[in-house]
């Protein structure tokens, strides 16, 4: 007896057609947008439409007082001597181009509770100056604001300051390119649930195509990893938002108070924020939603020993946040920006000349001493592509070493529309 291999195909594709589509409708896999390596926090009353210019100039002042130029940034940030001088030039030039990516205008934590006129006022304030910003061309590539939770002491606060600014901000039926709200202090599928509600109604209002808004989900609390059921509520809330959730920013402070954690103690580093983050991890893999690590309260400011040993604490955290797949991090002053760049850019530098060799022999079929799989060609060519993204590598450089062009490094990558 043989089996009928195509009738048997067909009635197992009838089986799982209902599964196949619901794997593709819910994992659909990377999306092909950059991801920002950084979000930069800063309270609303401190935000203008020139600010961008300020922390560029702060972060250049704060390299060139205690950065020691191209001779002495391996000692200042803590770099590998033999790419310490290339880094500086790139480290530099990264912060006269784009000294931030990703920019949160907060009206949570960071800026506090205050009148309602007040706060009115600052909504009013803040989406004019993100405005000026946007038709002077001198906006961050990504942008938004942080509002405060939908817990209930804060629920009406948070929903009049983001209907407030998304109206406001809103233009022709449009918003800023690469604008996103964060959802913070996320507690229940429910307020997820509630998000989308809201963002309908204010869509509707502001005169904006259904899906416009798009929101971070911002995991500072235990129930959003351990639910009173024991499942992991986060990745509940990946699939509750309908496809509008564009990444989980892990809260360092807030998670750990929460876990009870003494406060000398609260860092990214902690074992409890490893297995939020891992959860984390777990749950948007898969879903085409991205990963942000969280911040250190422990700021490169004071006398020139105090500067550099918060760079080197903030660049070894960038760094291990990178090794564990961590691509993003938030930033709260503009001294963080050099340390930001030098670790990234470090991470990069250093792992490229070897991924591109694999990713050479991959496409080429060469035998070597490592044998990749499709997905981990793919994660070679994600690795390259995030390089070139940040301004870690050049696209010249990249086809050298790989003998692909940046379309077909996408298309390895998953990158890419077609």
């Not at 947008?33 to 609303?44: D, E, G, I, K, L």
């Not at 002077?136 to 929903?159: D, H, V």
């Not at 690795?383 to 940046?406: I, K, M, P, S, W």
Request: glycine residues 8%.
């Amino acid at each position: 007896m043989t089996v009928d291999l195509a009738a048997l195909g067909a009635a197992l594709d009838d089986r799982l057609r209902a599964a196949d589509a619901d794997l593709a409708a819910r994992f659909p896999g990377e999306r092909p947008v950059r991801q920002p390596v950084h979000t930069v926090y800063v309270p609303a009353d401190r935000y203008d439409a020139d600010l961008g210019s300020r922390w560029q100039a702060e972060a250049l002042a704060a390299l060139d007082e205690h950065g020691g130029g191209a001779e002495g940034a391996a000692d200042a940030f803590g770099l590998p001597a033999h790419l310490a001088a290339d880094l500086y030039t790139r480290v530099r030039a990264k912060l006269e181009r784009e000294a931030i990516e990703d920019l949160r205008i907060d009206f949570e934590d960071g800026y506090g509770a205050r009148p309602d006129d007040e706060e009115d006022a600052a909504v009013d304030a803040a989406a004019a100056g993100l405005l000026r910003a946007v038709e002077a061309g001198t906006a961050t590539a990504f942008s938004g604001i942080r509002f405060k939770s939908f817990e209930a002491p804060t629920r009406a606060r948070g929903l009049r300051t983001f209907a407030r600014f998304v109206g406001a901000v809103a233009r022709d039926g449009r918003l800023p390119d690469g604008f996103v709200v964060t959802f913070p202090k996320v507690t229940s599928v429910d307020q997820v649930e509630a998000m989308l509600v809201a963002c309908q109604q204010v869509e509707a209002a502001a005169g904006l195509a259904d899906g416009a808004i798009r929101f971070e989900i911002q995991v500072e609390t235990p129930q959003a990893i351990c639910g009173p059921d024991g499942t992991a509520l986060v990745a509940r809330m990946v699939h509750a938002s309908s496809g509008r959730c564009t990444s989980l920013h892990y809260g360092t402070y807030d998670f750990s108070a929460s876990c009870g954690i003494a406060a000398a103690y609260q860092s990214m580093e902690h074992p409890a924020a490893d297995h939020a983050k891992a959860v984390m991890q777990v749950a948007a893999a898969g879903t085409g939603v991205h990963l942000s690590d969280g911040s250190t309260n422990i700021l490169p400011v004071g006398s020139h020993d105090d500067v550099l040993a918060a760079w080197r604490l903030h660049g070894r955290l960038v760094r291990r946040s990178l090794e564990r797949g961590y691509y993003q991090g938030w930033d709260l002053h503009p001294a963080q920006l050099p340390s930001r760049y030098a670790a990234t850019y470090s991470f990069f530098r250093e792992g490229l000349p070897a991924a591109a060799e694999r990713l050479r022999n991959y496409v080429g079929q060469v035998a070597s001493g490592v044998m990749d799989e499709p997905a981990t060609a793919r994660a070679l060519a994600d690795f390259v592509v995030r390089g070139l993204d940040c301004g870690a590598a050049d696209e010249q450089e990249v086809h050298v070493l790989t003998g692909l062009d940046r379309p077909a490094i996408d298309r390895l990558a998953k990158r890419s529309l077609a």
